[in-house]
């Protein structure tokens, strides 16, 4: 079993920077997929990056070059740079995990209660 805790969400100006962190307890390690995924009221969950234990990442293509997933498995902390923010990313959210490998899958076991990330225009 897999606890996790976002933080970092907040309220950032268009163009600005915000890092949202995931601390994660229980069973977990470099055996596990971590991800982060954003929803907006009225719209599915989105994958917007993941990261393997390998370090192989995944982003979706409206966050490449902007955003930056990394972990750090000794502190079993994920953490998601968020960098020339737009107003299309305001979303809560939400961090997750998985065990396994693939980036490109979606079905994740674990979730985090998600954090609010506003970006004003």
């Known amino acids: 079993q897999v606890q996790l805790i976002e933080s970092g969400g907040g309220l950032v100006q268009a163009g600005g920077s915000l890092r949202l962190s995931c601390a994660a307890s229980?069973?977990?390690?470099?055996?596990?997929?971590m991800a982060w995924f954003r929803q907006v009221p009225g719209k599915e969950r989105e994958l917007v990056a993941a990261?393997?234990?390998?370090?192989?990442?995944y982003y979706a293509n409206s966050v490449k070059g902007r955003f930056t997933i990394s972990r750090d498995n000794a502190k079993n902390t994920m953490y998601l740079q968020m960098n020339s923010l737009k107003p299309e990313d305001t979303a809560v959210y939400f961090c997750?995990?998985?065990?396994?490998?693939?980036?490109?899958?979606?079905?994740?076991?674990?979730w985090g209660q998600g954090t609010q990330v506003t970006v004003s225009s």
């Open positions: 229980g069973r977990s390690g470099s055996s596990y997929v």
């Open positions: 997750a995990a998985r065990l396994g490998y693939r980036v490109d899958l979606v079905a994740y076991a674990y």
């Open positions: 990261i393997n234990g390998g370090g192989g990442t």
